[in-house]
């Protein structure tokens, strides 16, 4: 590895790595990816399969490396403007889709499945009124789905293209943003320093924490975004087979009566598993399905955001305390039933195993959800399943089986130009982690964004790509 390069990105997650494969249309410029995770065929967690997450992976397999978080979940890429981030506030719409489709169609070309959900506008017109007579608000949404394994694959042809194109090192994690004179001047590992005209910062969900305390240091500017806290639902996968067979991901959005918060549906695992997340020293739950290996049940997030006020500026602490306070009490993710939670009472490994419905992640321990989420919070969520009960009945049944707890930290935002440059002169803060994006496909766009940037300030023409 050199001392200096033309660009540094700082994350291998799709964010990071469509920045780079931007970049590379154009050819000529020295590029450098850092990820402090390993290569995608070195990731390897036993939480992956259901088994107990041993906390003993430094850093998490699931969280870092080649891919980001993503390239363990079920990769759906959502064909749209309305769902997956702020971007809209950046570009305009048009622009937008403009990105969504080019970032589909590359990957497509990466090998991606042709099939795509959500075109059947007659049915899913009939399923918007089913949903607003339950109080459900239907976001319509084109998908497509990759499949655990397949994004895998995809993930894996696009090291194979890049890596003789750019620089890669995994396993170096960066600790500190080097700047100078009001220019970022490069990155320090801690042990060297690294030098570039141009850092972006792509260091998904599991680096917010990492880029907030870097942004308080170089003193620039952040909001905050909506603290985003829930449960993993697991429900027989057929009770949800008239939307997931039509919409493979169907997004609810409701706004609870006791409060008036905003409730959603999100990450919809069809015939998948519950599985769990490491963040640091707390275990959190998530979901994956696969394209061909398929379960019996089907799961999905059910979210309530918080938009907090002053004095309140610590999105990403708030959401760890209520996951630490499940892994104090179950040693990790906690399972109940539906009907305990309505009758009060905690689940036991006794009366989980009378259920219907088999939890997929046998590592989770049966208890009481309502020793660790708010009472608000539980309220939203429970409001939320009967409403869905009455789109697909039977969500709501005392059988669902609900995890705790599941959080995004994806909570705060720096303050960025159009262009999602930062206010330190070529410094580019991009996906999840720079809280502007909460999806796959806007992640990805949002790296395209930032190497049109650069492009532009490096003199290219953008019509003019010579390696495509």
Known sequence: MKERYDVIIVGCGPAGIFTALELTEYGGLDILMLDRGLDIDRRVCPASRGLECTMTCNPCSILYGWGGAGAFSDGKLHISTEVG????????????????EKVDG???????PDKLYGTDLDTIEELSRKAAFAGLTLIPVKLRHMGTEKCLEVLRNMYTYLKGRVNIATGLEVKHILVDGGRVAGVSTGESKIYGRYVVLAPGRSGSEWLVSEARRLGLNMTSN?????????VPAAIMEELTDILYEPKF????KQFDDKTRMFCVCPYGRVITERYEDIITVNGESYFDDKTRNTNFAILVSTMFTEPFKEPIAYGKYIARLANIISGGVIVQRLGDLRRGRRSTPERISRSIVEPTLRSATPGDLSYVLPYRYLTDIVEMLDALDRVAPGIASDHTLLYGVEVKFYSSRLKLSKELETEIRNLYAVGDGAGVTRSLMQASISGIIAARSILRKEGYSLNHPQNV
């Open 253 to 256: 959005v409701y706004y609870s």
């Open 85 to 100: 981030g702020w971007l809209s506030e950046y570009i305009d719409k048009s622009t937008l889709a403009e990105l969504a």
């Open 226 to 234: 909506p603290v985003d806290l829930g449960v993993r639902v697991e």
């Open 106 to 112: 590359i990957y497509l070309k990466f090998g991606a």
